[in-house]
C-alpha cells in the first residue's frame, strides 16, 4: 500500500468552493477562509458540551436494531449483518450515545482496517436530539483511539466544511470522491449482459473453498490483507457472493446484502475487468430477486461503473467526499465497482 503526503487544507477548501458535484456548498474560497478564521472553535469537537446527559459506550449486538433505525432516518442503505461481522472483528470500534434511561439515540464507528489505518463513520444523532452537543461529545469520546493514526471518512457535502473545521479530517482526496446510487424500482437486470465474456471465463457463486482466491484478488485491489473480514462478510445471513476466474485465476468478485431499507446493496464489486464486472453485476441481481431496489456505492472517477448504474435505470444520487487525517492512500479506482461499506472500510 502506497502512502501520500496531504495537501495543505486550502486545497481542501478550494476543492468545497469550486463544487463541481451539485452540493450545497457555494462560499467562495475567501469566504470559507474567512468562516474559518472566526468559527475552527465553533467546531473544536472538544470544545462542545452536551446540552443533555449522554452516556457513550461501546456498541453491543443487541443495540444494533435500533442503530439501523437512527440510519433509516437518514435514508443510508447500511446493512446490519455487516456491523455484526465487525464487531467481532474490531469489538472496541463501534460506539453509541444513550439516554439516562437507555435509549440509544447516536452512534459512531473508527475502526482499525490495517495497524495505523482506522476508518470513521456511523455518524449520526436521533433527529430530536441534535444541535445539542450530543454528535459532538461522541466523536471527543473516540478521539484516543485515532490519535497519531491515519484516519479516513466519506463525507456528505454539506458536512464536509465542518468536518474539516473540526480539526481532525483536514484535507480532501477527490479520486476517491463516492456516488451513492440507488434505484428505488425492481430495475430489469436483463439489460445487463455477459455474452461478452470469453469461454475461459466462470462465475461461480461463494464457497468456503473459494475464500483463499478471493482474499488474495481482494489484497490485489485494496493493497492489505482482508481475511477476517471476508470469511464473515461472504457467509453473513441474507447475504449473496460470487466469484470470476480466468483459466483458475480469481479476476474479480462481488457480494449483494439487504439494507436496513430493504434494498439489494451491491457493497463489493471488483474485477480487472469492466466486462467481468457487468456480468457479476447481472448474476448477484438475479440470485436476489426479493428486495426492495438496488443500492451501490460507485467512485465517481470509475465511469464504467455509472454507466452500469444507468442500464438498470434513473438512480437517486447523493455525492460524498473522502476526507482524511495525514496520507493518502492510492487504490486503482479502475478495478473499484462498487465499495464494500462507505463506514467501516476504506475501500
Same mark, same amino acid.
Given at each position: 500500500m502506497f502512502f501520500r503526503r496531504s495537501v495543505l487544507l486550502d486545497c481542501a477548501l478550494r476543492i468545497i468552493s469550486q463544487n463541481p458535484y451539485g452540493g450545497t456548498i457555494r462560499q467562495s474560497n475567501v469566504g470559507i477562509q474567512e468562516s474559518l478564521r472566526w468559527t /475552527?472553535?465553533? $467546531?473544536?469537537?472538544?470544545?462542545?458540551?452536551?446540552?443533555?446527559?449522554?452516556?457513550? !459506550?461501546?456498541? @453491543?449486538?443487541?443495540?444494533?436494531? $435500533?442503530?439501523?433505525?437512527?440510519?433509516?432516518?437518514? !435514508?443510508?442503505?447500511?446493512?446490519?449483518?455487516?456491523?455484526?461481522?465487525? #464487531?467481532?472483528?474490531?469489538?472496541?470500534? #463501534?460506539?453509541?450515545?444513550?439516554?439516562?434511561?437507555?435509549?440509544?439515540?447516536?452512534?459512531?464507528? #473508527?475502526?482499525?482496517?490495517?495497524?495505523?489505518? =482506522?476508518?470513521?463513520?456511523? =455518524?449520526?444523532?436521533?433527529?430530536? =436530539? !441534535?444541535?445539542?452537543?450530543?454528535?459532538? /461529545?461522541?466523536? @471527543?469520546?473516540?478521539?484516543? !483511539?485515532?490519535?497519531?493514526?491515519?484516519?479516513?471518512?466519506?463525507?456528505?457535502? /454539506? #458536512?464536509?466544511?465542518? $468536518?474539516?473545521?473540526?480539526?481532525?479530517? /483536514? $484535507?480532501?482526496?477527490?479520486?476517491?470522491?463516492?456516488?451513492?446510487?440507488y434505484i428505488p424500482n425492481q430495475e430489469n437486470f436483463n439489460v445487463l449482459s455477459n455474452k461478452d465474456l470469453p469461454d475461459n471465463i466462470e462465475i461461480e457463486p461463494f464457497q468456503i473453498s473459494l475464500l483463499r482466491s478471493i482474499v488474495q484478488y481482494d489484497a490485489s485491489v485494496v493493497g492489505f490483507e482482508r481475511a477476517q473480514m471476508l470469511e464473515l462478510s461472504c457467509q453473513e445471513k441474507d447475504s449473496e457472493t460470487f466469484v470470476a476466474f480466468r483459466n483458475g485465476a480469481c479476476i474479480g468478485y462481488g457480494s449483494i446484502k439487504r439494507s436496513c431499507l430493504g434494498a439489494g446493496r451491491v457493497s463489493p464489486l471488483f474485477a480487472d475487468d469492466p466486462t467481468v464486472a457487468e456480468g457479476l453485476l447481472k448474476k448477484l441481481l438475479e440470485s436476489y430477486p426479493n428486495r426492495n431496489g438496488f443500492a451501490m456505492m460507485t467512485l465517481k472517477k470509475n465511469e464504467f461503473a455509472s454507466s452500469l448504474i444507468r442500464k438498470l435505470g434513473n438512480p437517486e444520487i447523493e455525492t460524498c467526499m473522502r476526507i482524511y487525517s495525514k496520507a493518502k492512500i492510492e487504490f486503482d479506482t479502475n478495478r473499484i465497482f462498487a465499495l464494500t461499506d462507505m463506514n467501516l472500510c476504506a475501500i
Open positions: /475552527h472553535n465553533k $467546531y473544536k469537537i472538544d470544545t462542545v458540551l452536551p446540552k443533555i446527559p449522554v452516556k457513550v !459506550r461501546f456498541m @453491543k449486538e443487541e443495540d444494533i436494531p $435500533y442503530v439501523m433505525e437512527l440510519r433509516r432516518q437518514v !435514508r443510508v442503505h447500511d446493512v446490519a449483518t455487516f456491523l455484526q461481522s465487525w #464487531m467481532k472483528i474490531d469489538p472496541e470500534g #463501534m460506539f453509541v450515545a444513550s439516554t439516562e434511561d437507555g435509549k440509544i439515540i447516536g452512534a459512531v464507528s #473508527m475502526v482499525q482496517n490495517h495497524h495505523d489505518l =482506522y476508518m470513521g463513520g456511523l =455518524y449520526c444523532v436521533h433527529e430530536k =436530539y !441534535r444541535n445539542q452537543g450530543v454528535g459532538s /461529545h461522541l466523536c @471527543k469520546c473516540v478521539i484516543p !483511539r485515532f490519535q497519531g493514526k491515519i484516519v479516513l471518512g466519506n463525507s456528505v457535502l /454539506h #458536512m464536509t466544511e465542518k $468536518y474539516i473545521k473540526a480539526g481532525h479530517l /483536514h $484535507y480532501i482526496d477527490e479520486n476517491l470522491t463516492t456516488l451513492k446510487n
